[in-house]
């Protein structure tokens, strides 16, 4: 499918600099602002993109500009959190336009890999209001995200909080996950695809980068470009040391 055909059925297509950031700003230098200062716009072709690129180059900045761009929580959460702990996120969202297609979105939820613990926490508080109707953590599995691991909360609320035509933004979510719940998650990913999500998601990993119809999208320091999963660094690396570890560990460590 190309461009032009795909881009009303994604609920994000676009997203470029509108907007000057002052010279002070942090975020003028970071490589992936810089970059798309030179670009007429960073399209986005598929269901599921993934951004990747060295720690430090703006991936995290860039989704949590596009989520908060999209009218969520910066600390995570679906449309309806409001909840602040603390305002450490940038104002990139002030700086981007973010283009939409025209197809509506009836779900949503943006998960950075250390809010979790705030959104459990969040749903735990609204539960213990008096409120008609069930209790929120029903939609989430049942069970309190404080009293289960970082891997089980993250698993019980894909496979029971997210609902299809939707739009899901991810950050590192493979940080919570063993390979076998990452498995798990994108045999998630791929039904919720198929009921018309998109998903927007920053990784290292080079299992998660090799979803089916995927695009990767890689940040340097140059260049903001789309790529092959097996050419970028991370599932070079890993492949290297996967196929010899021994042979690795001792090029590393003497
Ligand atoms: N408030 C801030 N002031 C200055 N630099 C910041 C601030 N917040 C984040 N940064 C810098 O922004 C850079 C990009 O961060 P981030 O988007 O988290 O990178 P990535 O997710 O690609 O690893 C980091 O190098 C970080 O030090
Ligand atoms: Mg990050």
Redo the contacts with the bound molecule.
């Keep these: 499918m190309d461009y032009e055909t795909i881009k009303d059925s994604l609920y994000v297509n676009n997203v470029f600099l509108s907007k000057e950031i002052p010279k002070e700003n ?1 975020l003028r230098k ?1 490589p992936v602002i810089s970059n798309l200062k030179k670009m007429r716009g960073l399209k986005l072709t598929k269901p599921v993109t993934f951004f990747v ?10 989704i949590e500009g596009i989520a908060v761009a999209m009218g969520f929580n910066a600390e995570g959460g679906s449309l309806n959190f409001r909840f602040s702990t603390r305002e450490s996120h ?1 104002r990139l969202h002030e700086y981007i336009t973010v283009s939409r297609g025209y197809r509506r979105r009836k779900d949503g939820f943006f998960l950075r890999a250390e809010s979790l613990y705030n959104v459990a926490s969040n749903i735990d508080d609204l539960d213990h209001e008096p409120c008609p109707g069930p209790p929120i953590i029903s939609s989430y599995g049942g069970v309190s995200l404080h009293e289960q691991s970082h891997g089980e909360s993250f698993m019980a609320l894909i496979e029971n909080r997210f609902c299809g035509n939707g739009l899901y933004i991810l950050d590192e979510p493979e940080a919570a996950l063993s390979p076998m719940r990452l498995m798990r998650l994108m045999y998630c990913m791929k039904e919720l695809v198929d009921r018309n999500s998109q998903f927007i998601i ?1 990784t290292h990993s080079p299992i998660l980068m090799s979803f089916p119809d995927a695009e990767v999208i890689e ?1 340097t320091e140059e260049e903001i470009k789309s790529v092959d999963y097996k050419e970028t660094e991370h599932f070079f690396i890993t492949k290297r040391f996967m196929d010899a570890p021994e042979q690795m560990l001792k090029d590393l460590l003497g």
């Design positions: 942090y970071l690129g060295e720690n430090g180059v703006g991936k995290s900045t860039l940038s920053s940040i």
